[in-house]
């Protein structure tokens, strides 16, 4: 079975219309998850925990979409990382 793993993590945006953290070094890193599920209950606590601040807003990457195991590398691997 493919382990489908996902990363919570937000911080204060430059601009609401975009994706731009303000301040790098502040990113709340909230932790991977095994399943959609979990990410999304991590991620809806987190951004209703930050509900006052207009300009903070959290999200969910799909960390397995990174990697293509029916590729022979993965396109970070071609990277050199």
Partial sequence: ???R?????????VDLQGSEFRDTSKIDVVGVFP???SAFSAWKAAAQRTVDSAQTR???AHLHRLMDESRET????ELGI
Avoid: K, R
Wanted: without cysteine.
């Fill in 1 to 3: 079975m493919t382990q």
């Fill in 5 to 13: 793993l996902h990363l919570v993590f937000g911080g204060e945006l």
């Fill in 35 to 37: 399943d959609y599920q």
């Fill in 58 to 60: 959290y999200f969910i």
């Fill in 74 to 77: 993965s396109p970070t691997a």
